[in-house]
Structures are given as structure tokens and as C-alpha cells.
């Protein structure tokens, strides 16, 4: 159990439990961090008051889509990392602390190797697709 969570990449944080940490977590401390960094920067150059208070005051305003935006590309993100390491031969132990067993694709790819190279065009072109979507907006 402790060899798992703790003793590997793919340990505590590559489970439904870390999953579901970071997607709590994440949002409200980015925000946090966010609003406390325009403060700073406020604090530092007189020039950046106006820009800095509208940022904070932008995110503030929108607080719970600002949270529901962030805990949805939190979990968008964690959850992709784990699909593609559950498609390495090492795979993930998704269900740990439940479960020591190690879950994989049942067609894996070695990071690193020219198979990830497929992949790793597909993120991107959907990633590309993602950022001309919100351009367009």
C-alpha cells in the first residue's frame, strides 16, 4: 500500500482519490493565488492599480463560474494525464488505497518511444482546437 501511494511517479496522485483531490483543491487555491497576485502587483507598481483591480474585481465578480471553469479543466487535465499513463506498461493504481493492483491499457506504448508520437499529435490538435474555440469568443 505505502510502496504505492508514496514510493512512485504513479503513486497517490494517479488515482480516483488524487483525481478527485486536485479537482477540489486546485480551483479555489488558483483563485485565491490569482486574486492575492493582483494585490501584490497593485502594491508593487502604482501603474498596474486600475489594471490590477479590474482583474480581482472581474474574477470576484464571477466567483463560482470562475471555480466551475477551473475544477472542469482541473479534472479535464488530471483525468487525461491519467489516461495516457494508464497506457504506459506501468500503468496506474487507479482504485489504491482500495486496491494495490495496477491497471493498463491492453495495448500499452513506452514513454518515449515513436508510439507516443500519434498521441502526443492528437493532445496538441485538440489542445489547438480548444485555445480557437475561446479566440473566437
Do not use: C, K
Not at 483591480?53 to 479535464?76: F, I, K, M, N, Q
Not at 487535465?77 to 500503468?91: I, K, R
Not at 500499452?108 to 473566437?136: D, F, K, N, Q, Y
Amino acid at each position: 500500500f505505502r510502496r504505492v501511494l508514496f514510493r512512485s511517479h504513479r503513486g497517490a496522485t494517479h488515482t480516483l482519490l488524487g483525481l478527485l483531490t486536485f479537482t477540489a483543491l486546485i480551483p479555489p487555491l488558483y483563485l485565491a493565488a490569482a486574486t492575492g497576485t493582483t494585490h501584490l502587483l497593485e502594491q508593487l507598481h502604482p501603474a498596474l492599480h486600475g489594471p490590477a483591480v479590474d482583474v480581482r474585481a472581474l474574477l470576484l465578480e464571477h466567483t463560482a463560474a470562475t471555480l466551475v471553469l477551473l475544477g472542469l479543466s482541473t479534472l479535464a487535465g488530471v483525468a487525461s494525464h491519467l489516461a495516457l499513463d494508464w497506457m504506459t506498461p506501468s500503468g496506474i493504481a487507479l482504485l489504491a488505497p482500495l486496491s494495490n493492483r495496477r491497471l493498463r491499457a491492453p495495448v500499452t506504448i513506452r514513454t518515449g518511444s515513436l508510439g507516443e508520437l500519434p498521441i502526443t499529435a492528437l493532445m496538441l490538435l485538440l489542445w489547438a482546437l480548444v485555445v480557437l474555440h475561446a479566440l473566437e469568443r
